[in-house]
């Protein structure tokens, strides 16, 4: 489970006004009948997901990681995000005893992907791609490219090592995995990519990576069932949801998502894409930002404390730490560290945590919303996922915004179609 802290803020956020709009909002969130209802497959999908298709996915990650000894996710966007973030904050970045896993298929870079493929030619590997239609240009291009070289290493069973996530009946890469043999898992009609961590396209990485995706629906269900409320008042999900709102209608263009761990930056890539995709549209919305302290302290600490004040952080923090580490005392003590000796690291972090938190609201004036977990663990993990999909989708809403399309990446596409000469395409 999750605790929402919004001590710093409750004061100056007028949760009342906003009682009748919520439970509106919230009962047609349940009922499927806003805008862009047709992508509200999310909502439910902990407790009503396909239980078959978790088993084989349980098994086809336990083969993968027996027969190979690199998986690499193919996929851009919400194809491997939230896979990313779940796998990254679950092992951390050097993780031991378990499949390598890289990413590719979200870039176009020359570079990135030459370097990528002659690291895999002495690489027994294997492939998880994942598109729902199987043209998008950036995963197109890599997946070409893998196939070429898994055919070099494996021959004609090179079809054994590719396995996609793709759209259950229809699209490219369905037919050209009819037609190979590839091993599927669905990418479900009702959930766009950015919602879809907690559907094949997260479970299937996430498990390879040795998480356990069982006990991360749990915790995704256990969310449902406590953020399915339309009482703001008990419900802070919402009242997260609605502090955004107040933020955005009195003066602030910016949530800067801040993580104390280098191995949860990717969950502030995942929140980036997850708010700047649902709600930048009709020249509204708040810009997503993400830092990772206290190394971004040297860096944007200085704009965060005393520039535009155009921002509100939202902390996401693990009280406790899977590894710890304690200082010990030097005879000679030249760094001047001798006065940490026998305090471990979880400690220091945790006091440069109070003491950002002080300089910033205190000096800086810039509010804090603090969202803590107890642990990282699959179960916390899901449980954290649901509520930022549920205050997306709220907060959304509260700006009259369909939060499940993104009409403005479709013209960066055209225009760069048009530019390549695609038959068609004018």
Known sequence: MIHVDLTHVRESIPFK???EKVKMINQMIDDKSGKGNDFLGWTTWPSTYDKEEVERIISCAERIKKEYETL???GIGGSYLGARAAIEALTGLYPENRIEIIYLGQTLSPNYIAQVLNYLKNK???VNVISKSGTTTETSVAFRLLKKLLMEKYGKD???AIFATTDKARGALKQEANKEGYETFVI?????GRYSVITAVGLLPIACAGGDIIALLKGADDARIAY???DLMNNPCYQYAVTRNYFYNHNKSVELFVTYEPHHTQIGEWLKQLYGESEGKEKKGLLPDSVTFSTDLHSLGQFVQDGSPILFETIVRVNTPSEDITMEEEENNLDGLNYLAGKKLSFVNEKAFEGTLKAHEEDGKVPNIIITMD??????LGYLFYFFMRACAMSAYLMDINPFN???VEIYKHNMFVLLGKPGVK
Request: proline share 7%.
């Open 17 to 19: 006004t906003y009682l």
């Open 72 to 74: 690499v996710v193919c």
């Open 124 to 126: 027994k590997f294997c």
């Open 158 to 160: 090179a079809s054994k």
């Open 188 to 192: 479900p009609d009702d959930i766009g």
């Open 228 to 230: 399915d409320n339309g």
């Open 375 to 380: 642990k990282m663990d699959s179960y916390n």
């Open 406 to 408: 993104q009409p403005g």
